[in-house]
């Protein structure tokens, strides 16, 4: 195994990491991005945050993928949206799946190629765990909405605690339990000698999130107020209706900051940032 590994790079630089990694991701995602989004239910939360009827219809999906149900299912709920993708591979496959290249542009979220105050919505659906830079890719959505516009955030979260270990971005039990160091080891090891570890991606899961750190996170980049769905999601959502102690707990929740709190350490992933509508 090991003069395997070794060979891998004897006749070319250890930065260009695994062969063909970038077309390996495409093949994956293609054949395991799930057909479900969250779109529905974010279509409900908006609701609560801003008049959907009076502002403009305009979306940006960021890191739409190969596959990108979630920008057909804005654009069939009559929203003006496009799809961004920073792997050019992965970018023409989601112009294949929806028959408009119009629809998809390759970016990242680092630099989106949108005006200023352009758009009323950004979705970043587990996307902002695998960005460069966090602060530079939340000051572009932030650069992009029009005041009153929203950004929504899906990612990882540092605290989640799973029975079976799973995290949802590494095959390594309790990663995101890992100390940083060891986290980054892995992550050197995907990229360069085992892309297995994080199911292939170019681009593996490098930021670990808490609720607290999106919403200090989004206050450096100038958004004003913050949301959960925990504060957004109605009662009969699919979400909420999977458990009946969830139900029952909602409301107190919403309530109670120290429940709230609590709650949060395991349904932190969600967040909504909101652009004032005018300088403060």
Not at 112 to 128: C, E, K, Y
């Amino acid at each position: 195994m090991r003069s395997t590994l070794n060979d891998l790079y004897r006749e070319r630089p250890l930065s260009r990491g695994y062969p063909d990694l970038e077309q390996s991701g495409v093949e994956h995602f293609k054949a395991h991005q799930p057909d479900e989004t969250r779109t529905t239910e974010l279509l409900q939360c908006l609701g609560r945050l801003v008049d959907l009827a009076s502002v403009p219809r305009t979306v940006a999906v960021v890191g739409c993928g190969p596959k990108p149900t979630a920008v057909r299912e804005w654009l069939a709920a009559g929203f003006d949206t496009v799809g961004i993708e920073p792997v050019v591979g992965q970018a023409t496959a989601a112009a294949e799946f929806l028959g408009d290249p119009t629809r998809v542009r390759v970016a990242g979220a680092e630099t989106l190629p949108f005006a200023d105050q352009s758009l009323q919505f950004v979705v970043m659906d587990s996307v902002l765990e695998h960005v460069d830079s966090v602060p530079r890719a939340l000051s572009e959505s932030f650069r992009i909405l029009r005041p009153g516009g929203v950004l929504f955030v899906y990612t990882t979260n540092r605290l989640r605690f799973h029975l079976k270990g799973d995290n949802g971005e590494f095959r390594v039990r309790f990663f995101n339990w890992l100390p940083a160091v060891v986290r980054e080891s892995y992550v050197f090891r995907h990229l360069h000698y085992d892309p297995r570890l994080a199911n292939y991606t170019p681009r593996p899961a490098v930021h670990w999130f808490t609720y607290a750190k999106l919403c200090a996170a989004g206050r450096a980049a100038g958004f004003a107020q913050f949301y959960s769905l925990l504060d957004l999601v109605e009662r009969d959502a699919p979400s909420v209706r999977r458990g009946c102690f969830r139900r029952l707990m909602l409301e107190a929740v919403r309530r109670r900051p120290w429940l709230r709190g609590l709650a949060l350490t395991q349904f932190g992933s969600s967040i909504f940032m909101l652009k004032r509508t005018s300088p403060a």
